[in-house]
C-alpha cells in the first residue's frame, strides 16, 4: 500500500489517483442512476415488500457480519455458518470480508487521527460518508491487519470473489420477481443500505449524545440505532468494541444483538461477548475501585480516631468546669446528663468504627481472595503452557524423525 501520512482528500492524490478517483464516482453515480429505471419498470406493494426485506437481511449480515463478527470478533461462529456470514454480508457489495474489517479495524486504531481512513474530524463530512471509497490508496487490503481471518482459505476466496453474492443475489430476485424486482426490490435496498452504512462514519461521528469520553468523535444516536439495526450506539461501540450487543442499556434498541441473542439460543452462534459491569458503568477496573475504597477507609479510621479524642477531651474539660463551679452538688444531675450524653456518643461512634473495620476486612478479604485466585490462575496457566509446549515439542521430534527415514 502507498504512503497514507499524506491528509485525506483528493487534492492529496496524484494524477492518477485522481483519474481513478474519477472513474469509480461516475460507477458509483451510474449504479444511484439505475434505481431511476423504476420509472420504466414501474413499482409494485411486492417490490417494496422485497426492498424492505432486503435491506433488513442485509443491514442485519452488515452489522452482525462485516462489523461484529469479521472486524471485531465479538462472538463465534463454525466455519459454515462463518461462510454463510461473510457470503451474507457480500450480498450488501461492499467488498470483500477482509477489506471491510481490516479498513475497520484501521479506523478504531486511528479514530479520528489524521490517518483515520475516514474522519470528519479531518477529511469532512463528504469523504467520512463516502468520498474516502474512491480514493484508490484504499483500494487494497492490508492483510496483517486480518491474519486471524486469513488463514480460511474459503474466506480469503469469498473476498477476493466479492462480487459473486450480490451478482447472484440481483440475478436470483430478476428470475423470482421479474425488473421491477431487481430495480426496487435489489437496487434500492442496495444504494439504501450503502448510504445508511455510511452514516456510521459521519453521522454517528458527529450528531448524538456522548456517554462515554471517547478519543474520538463517537455519539450515539437513537434514529441511527433502529436504521441501522444497533449500530447507532456508536459511542458505546468505541468505549467498548469487544462485545456483541452496542446497546449496552434496555432502551438502547439494538436489533442485530437480539437477533444474534436468539440464534445464539438455537445453536447457530455462540459465545456472544458482553461488556464487563464496570466499562458499561464507565468506571475504573475493580481492582482500581477497591484499592480506592480501602484509602478512603484508612482515611475515614484515622479521622474516626482523632473525632472521638477531641468529643473526650471537650468533655472532661467541660465536667472540670463544672466541678469547680460552686454549688458543685447541685449540678450532680446536669454532670450526669452530660456523662450519658457523651457515654452515648461514644457508644455511637464505637458502632461505626465497628462498621467501617467490617467494611475494611470485608474488603480485604476480597482483595486477598482475588489475589489468590488469580495466582492459582497464573500457576495454571503456567502449567498448561509447559504442557503444551511438551506435547509440540514430541509431536516435532515425531515430525522430525518420520522426514529422517
Ligand atoms: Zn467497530
Ligand atoms: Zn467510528
Request: aromatic fraction near 12%; hydrophobic fraction near 40%; charge should be neutral.
Given at each position: 500500500m502507498s504512503n497514507h501520512s499524506n491528509a485525506p482528500g483528493y487534492v492529496s492524490l496524484d494524477e492518477n489517483g485522481r483519474r481513478v478517483f474519477r472513474y469509480q464516482i461516475i460507477r458509483f453515480a451510474l449504479l444511484h442512476a439505475i434505481c431511476l429505471l423504476a420509472y420504466f419498470t414501474g413499482v409494485s406493494a411486492t417490490d417494496l415488500i422485497l426492498c424492505g426485506v432486503l435491506y433488513l437481511v442485509r443491514m442485519f449480515f452488515i452489522t452482525?457480519?462485516?462489523?461484529?463478527?469479521?472486524?471485531?470478533?465479538t462472538f463465534k461462529l463454525n466455519r459454515v455458518m462463518q461462510f454463510l456470514f461473510a457470503f451474507g454480508a457480500e450480498t450488501s457489495a461492499q467488498k470483500g470480508v477482509l477489506w471491510w474489517a481490516a479498513h475497520h479495524r484501521h479506523h478504531h486504531k486511528h479514530?479520528?487521527?489524521?490517518?483515520?481512513?475516514?474522519?470528519v474530524r479531518h477529511g469532512g463530512f463528504l469523504w467520512a460518508h463516502m468520498?474516502?471509497?474512491?480514493?484508490?490508496?484504499?483500494?487494497?487490503?492490508?492483510t496483517d491487519r486480518v491474519k486471524d481471518l486469513t488463514k480460511y482459505p474459503e474466506i480469503v476466496w469469498i473476498d477476493k470473489h466479492w462480487l459473486l453474492p450480490p451478482v447472484a443475489l440481483g440475478a436470483a430476485v430478476a428470475m423470482v420477481f421479474g425488473w421491477s424486482g431487481l430495480i426496487v426490490g435489489f437496487f434500492w435496498s442496495t444504494i439504501l443500505c450503502w448510504h445508511v452504512t455510511y452514516t456510521i462514519n459521519s453521522l454517528a461521528h458527529v450528531w448524538g449524545s456522548r456517554r462515554y469520553e471517547t478519543e474520538d468523535d463517537s455519539r450515539n444516536n437513537f434514529l441511527l440505532a433502529l436504521l441501522t439495526l444497533g449500530e447507532g450506539w456508536h459511542n458505546n461501540h468505541h468505549h467498548?468494541?469487544?462485545?456483541?450487543?452496542?446497546?449496552?442499556?434496555?432502551?438502547?434498541?439494538d436489533i442485530s444483538y437480539y437477533t444474534l441473542w436468539f440464534m445464539s439460543k438455537i445453536g447457530?452462534?455462540?459465545?456472544l461477548r458482553r461488556p464487563p459491569r464496570h466499562l458499561v458503568e464507565g468506571k475504573p477496573h475493580p481492582r482500581v475501585q477497591l484499592k480506592t475504597l480501602r484509602k478512603e477507609w484508612e482515611h475515614m479510621s484515622k479521622d474516626y480516631a482523632a473525632g472521638v479524642d477531641q468529643i473526650r477531651a471537650q468533655a472532661n474539660e467541660r465536667l472540670m468546669a463544672l466541678s469547680n463551679t460552686e454549688g458543685c452538688e447541685k449540678s450532680e444531675d446536669t454532670k450526669a446528663v452530660i456523662l450519658t450524653r457523651t457515654e452515648r456518643a461514644e457508644a455511637f461512634l464505637e458502632e461505626l468504627a465497628i462498621d467501617l473495620s467490617v467494611l475494611g476486612s470485608e474488603a480485604e478479604t476480597k482483595l486477598d481472595q482475588l489475589q489468590k485466585r488469580f495466582s492459582e490462575l497464573k500457576v495454571q496457566a503456567e502449567e498448561n503452557l509447559a504442557t503444551l509446549r511438551n506435547q509440540l515439542g514430541q509431536e516435532l521430534d515425531a515430525y522430525e524423525l518420520t522426514l529422517s527415514r
Amino acid at each position: 500500500m502507498s504512503n497514507h501520512s499524506n491528509a485525506p482528500g483528493y487534492v492529496s492524490l496524484d494524477e492518477n489517483g485522481r483519474r481513478v478517483f474519477r472513474y469509480q464516482i461516475i460507477r458509483f453515480a451510474l449504479l444511484h442512476a439505475i434505481c431511476l429505471l423504476a420509472y420504466f419498470t414501474g413499482v409494485s406493494a411486492t417490490d417494496l415488500i422485497l426492498c424492505g426485506v432486503l435491506y433488513l437481511v442485509r443491514m442485519f449480515f452488515i452489522t452482525a457480519g462485516y462489523h461484529r463478527y469479521f472486524s471485531h470478533r465479538t462472538f463465534k461462529l463454525n466455519r459454515v455458518m462463518q461462510f454463510l456470514f461473510a457470503f451474507g454480508a457480500e450480498t450488501s457489495a461492499q467488498k470483500g470480508v477482509l477489506w471491510w474489517a481490516a479498513h475497520h479495524r484501521h479506523h478504531h486504531k486511528h479514530s479520528d487521527g489524521p490517518e483515520d481512513v475516514h474522519s470528519v474530524r479531518h477529511g469532512g463530512f463528504l469523504w467520512a460518508h463516502m468520498l474516502w471509497l474512491f480514493d484508490p490508496r484504499w483500494e487494497g487490503t492490508d492483510t496483517d491487519r486480518v491474519k486471524d481471518l486469513t488463514k480460511y482459505p474459503e474466506i480469503v476466496w469469498i473476498d477476493k470473489h466479492w462480487l459473486l453474492p450480490p451478482v447472484a443475489l440481483g440475478a436470483a430476485v430478476a428470475m423470482v420477481f421479474g425488473w421491477s424486482g431487481l430495480i426496487v426490490g435489489f437496487f434500492w435496498s442496495t444504494i439504501l443500505c450503502w448510504h445508511v452504512t455510511y452514516t456510521i462514519n459521519s453521522l454517528a461521528h458527529v450528531w448524538g449524545s456522548r456517554r462515554y469520553e471517547t478519543e474520538d468523535d463517537s455519539r450515539n444516536n437513537f434514529l441511527l440505532a433502529l436504521l441501522t439495526l444497533g449500530e447507532g450506539w456508536h459511542n458505546n461501540h468505541h468505549h467498548y468494541q469487544a462485545s456483541a450487543n452496542q446497546g449496552f442499556f434496555w432502551w438502547e434498541i439494538d436489533i442485530s444483538y437480539y437477533t444474534l441473542w436468539f440464534m445464539s439460543k438455537i445453536g447457530l452462534v455462540s459465545d456472544l461477548r458482553r461488556p464487563p459491569r464496570h466499562l458499561v458503568e464507565g468506571k475504573p477496573h475493580p481492582r482500581v475501585q477497591l484499592k480506592t475504597l480501602r484509602k478512603e477507609w484508612e482515611h475515614m479510621s484515622k479521622d474516626y480516631a482523632a473525632g472521638v479524642d477531641q468529643i473526650r477531651a471537650q468533655a472532661n474539660e467541660r465536667l472540670m468546669a463544672l466541678s469547680n463551679t460552686e454549688g458543685c452538688e447541685k449540678s450532680e444531675d446536669t454532670k450526669a446528663v452530660i456523662l450519658t450524653r457523651t457515654e452515648r456518643a461514644e457508644a455511637f461512634l464505637e458502632e461505626l468504627a465497628i462498621d467501617l473495620s467490617v467494611l475494611g476486612s470485608e474488603a480485604e478479604t476480597k482483595l486477598d481472595q482475588l489475589q489468590k485466585r488469580f495466582s492459582e490462575l497464573k500457576v495454571q496457566a503456567e502449567e498448561n503452557l509447559a504442557t503444551l509446549r511438551n506435547q509440540l515439542g514430541q509431536e516435532l521430534d515425531a515430525y522430525e524423525l518420520t522426514l529422517s527415514r
